[in-house]
């Protein structure tokens, strides 16, 4: 039996208990709720319940994988820019996938929890593409987790980006305001496209840095959160990011790899935001990987 506190105040239950149970599949999870084994004030309950403070939650015995399951998650730490007892903002390096799914068994907030088995909660407030580097924020309370969803809603705070792009960017400063859809392909990968009859509303403010030849180093900053935002805004200006494998030219990423860069170049570099529990104003910045560093250093002696 266990009674809820505070901190898992509005928390769904099978989240829960899929956190609680560690290691338990979550099949036997869902059928363990469906089943009515598990239950809220001697009551049945849904997997879509949400838990109130005070609740006394019923646990029913549950099955361990087998032996032959896969191996547990590895636990790691990344690089710390900001921590205390609400929020983790972390700096990410590329090639990493933010969590689990489509194809990867475990990222870094599985990773985190993994290293971290005394923490209660831990939870993306955000996402970052598998390829793209930088400031990671992750809430370690649920009341820090509600507050910043809400301000990202709200557009408070300013992320920024660092972008190399292919071509002479010509204004100083541009709005590109692109409506965005969500795609599949035909063998099944996640796209986006500009669509200008239903796609969602999207802004990005871009600000040149400088020009490297055929390259352009530009800040983008986010003024909404569609998924792959940027690459898809910059690319459909005639300008894609320099070593992006879905939106950007093969022949330059075939041409950096040869320079040893095997990477997209996208950093999320800076972060701007009020605390999420204090109020106090969080300005955030994490430098450009040495990879990235290194190209613009080769592109500056061409």
């Known amino acids: 039996m266990v009674e ?3 901190e898992h105040d509005g928390q769904r239950i099978d989240n829960f208990l899929i956190r609680l149970c560690k290691g338990v599949p979550k099949s036997h999870i869902y059928k363990a709720i469906r089943g009515g084994q598990v239950r809220i004030n001697k009551g049945r309950i849904d997997a879509d319940y949400r ?4 609740d006394v939650l019923r646990v029913p015995p549950l099955r361990l994988p087998d032996p032959g ?14 921590e205390d007892d609400a929020l983790l903002v972390i700096d ?5 996938a933010v969590h689990g799914g489509s194809g990867v ?3 870094v907030i599985e990773q985190l929890r993994a290293a971290r088995p005394e923490a209660s909660f831990l939870e993306l407030v955000h996402r970052l593409d598998r390829e793209t580097s930088g400031l990671l924020m992750v809430a370690k309370r649920r009341s820090a987790l509600l507050a910043l969803h809400a301000m990202l809603r709200e557009g408070k705070g300013g992320k920024h980006y660092y972008a190399l792009v292919e071509g002479d960017w010509v204004n100083d400063r541009q709005h590109i305001k692109l409506p965005l859809t969500k795609w599949t392909t035909a063998s099944g990968e996640r796209r986006v496209r500009v669509d200008h ?3 969602l509303s999207a802004h990005t403010i871009v600000t040149l840095q400088k020009r490297y030849g055929g390259y352009s180093l530009i800040d983008a900053e986010l003024r909404s959160g569609r998924t792959h935002q940027i690459r898809v805004h910059l690319a459909a200006s005639g300008f894609p990011i320099a070593g992006d494998d879905k939106y950007g030219r093969d022949e330059t990423r075939a041409a950096l790899t040869k320079q040893g860069f095997n990477r997209m170049f996208l950093h999320a570099h800076s972060l701007t935001l009020p605390h999420p529990l ?22 500056e002696k061409i």
């Open 105 to 107: 068994s475990f990222g």
């Open 92 to 96: 990410k390096p590329a090639g990493v």
């Open 4 to 6: 809820i506190d505070a």
């Open 51 to 54: 838990l109130a403070a005070g």
């Open 69 to 82: 399951a896969p191996r547990p998650v590895p636990g790691a730490e990344f690089p710390v820019i900001f």
């Open 197 to 199: 009859d239903g796609g």
């Open 278 to 299: 204090t109020g106090e104003t969080l300005a955030l910045n994490a430098p450009l990987p040495e990879a990235c560093t290194r190209l613009l250093n080769q592109l």
